[in-house]
C-alpha cells in the first residue's frame, strides 16, 4: 500500500467574513512578542499596512478588540494582545491540537 498522508487547514469566519487563520494567530503572537505591529510585520515579511488591515479587520469582527494601542508613558506605549486576543490564540491553538489528533487517528486506520 502506498503511503496515505491526510492534511487539513482550519480557519474561523464570523458574519462571513475571514476572523482568524494561521497567519492571523502568528501576527497576534508577533505582536506580543514585540508590543510592535511595524516590528511583528517584520518577523512575519509582510507590510505595515497588511498587518494593520489584519488587526483592524481582527477587532472590527470580534466582540472586544484583540489588538490595543497603548500611547504615552515612560517607553513611549506600543501595542498589546488583549486578554481576548490570548483567548483567540488559545482557541485557534486548541483547534489546531484536537485536529492534528483527529488527523493523525485517521490516518493510522488508513494505513491499516
Known sequence: MQDI???SK???EKNGQ?????GRVELLKA??????ISAAAKIMNMSYKKAWESIDTMNALADQPLVER??????GGGTVVTEEGEKAIQLYEELIQNSTVFV???TEMLAQ
Open 104 to 106: 493523525e487517528s485517521e
Open 31 to 36: 505582536v506580543r512578542e514585540t508590543g510592535s
Open 18 to 22: 475571514f476572523f482568524l487563520g494561521k
Open 5 to 7: 498522508t491526510i492534511g
Open 70 to 75: 497603548k500611547t504615552g508613558g515612560k517607553g
Open 10 to 12: 482550519f480557519w474561523i
